[in-house]
């Protein structure tokens, strides 16, 4: 069984670590936590193992997937990368600054971002959950802002359907993009059609953190995967995730599974 890795250990800590060409090419190496600014760790977020344990938080140059229990600190942690990164907390590019309710944490406050060689030439935040806050201050911005997300007002079609058209219409090359359980707001088969575009974006010299739930989207090959835990960070691998082997039980004889679980 493949080794999990405390983000506390050597290993884990890009400083200590020899890069390779294709690493040197990530925007972002590593998010890390300046300890000495936070005033206490018993208080929220800080006090959620993944922050409390966090050191230095490598980020692949392709994809990293953040994964986790309700609770654990996944959205809490990827809301504090984007801030810190610029971009407006309900989503959006750098250049957005509307905000419906502050409801963010100081975490970004804390963190550091290091980053690569390059910058991003563009980026975006997108969270399924404040995705009508982003649609309707493009609409309130305009036609000239709102045609470069496609045809269609993002509030004319479905939850699923505006987040993919923000996706095929504002992600492009040479970007940082951050993702925030994209899954809530797709079927099975628009999961599989944005791995399509995250596979094409990640050719075209993209680097993506997200934070999600769906075994479908974290069998992405080669990407990082991070179990958020009461551990705090580990590496782990697709297969070690409880979001495969439960999917994997379940699926295997899904009657079986049923009368165990609803017998008890």
């Not at 206490?40 to 692949?60: G, K, Q």
């Not at 229990?69 to 942690?77: D, I, R, Y």
């Not at 309710?101 to 969270?127: E, N, T, W, Y």
Request: overall charge neutral; glycine content about 8%.
């Amino acid at each position: 069984m493949p080794l999990r890795h405390k983000l506390s250990d050597p290993l884990c800590s890009v400083t200590s670590m020899a890069l390779s060409p294709r690493q040197q090419q990530a925007f972002v190496r590593s998010v890390e936590l300046v300890r000495d600014k936070v005033a206490s760790f018993d208080r929220y977020p800080f006090n959620i193992p993944a922050v409390r344990h966090l050191s230095a938080l490598e980020l692949h140059p392709g994809v990293t997937f953040l994964v986790g229990e309700n609770g654990s600190g996944k959205s809490t942690l990827i809301e504090a990368i984007a801030v810190a990164m610029g971009f407006n907390a309900e989503g959006g590019s750098q250049n957005f600054r509307f905000g419906t309710r502050a409801s963010h944490s100081d975490l970004h406050q804390a963190l550091r971002i290091v980053r690569g060689l390059k910058r991003p030439k563009r980026g975006f935040f997108l969270r399924a959950e404040s995705l009508f806050n982003v649609a309707t201050e493009i609409e309130r911005l305009g036609p000239q802002v709102s045609a470069g997300y496609g045809d269609r007002s993002l509030h004319e079609q479905s939850h699923g359907e505006s987040f993919l058209a923000i996706v095929n219409n504002r992600f492009h090359a040479d970007g940082f993009y951050v993702l925030d359980e994209p899954e809530a707001a797709l079927s099975p088969q628009r999961q599989l059609a944005l791995l399509v575009a995250i596979h094409g974006l990640v050719q075209a010299r993209c680097q993506f953190v997200i934070a999600t739930h769906s075994p479908l989207l974290l069998a992405y090959p080669g990407a990082q995967l991070y179990l958020l835990g009461a551990e705090g960070l580990t590496q782990t691998t697709y297969e070690e995730t409880e979001h495969y082997s439960l999917t994997r039980d379940f699926l295997m004889d899904p009657k079986r599974y049923l009368a165990r679980l609803l017998a008890d």
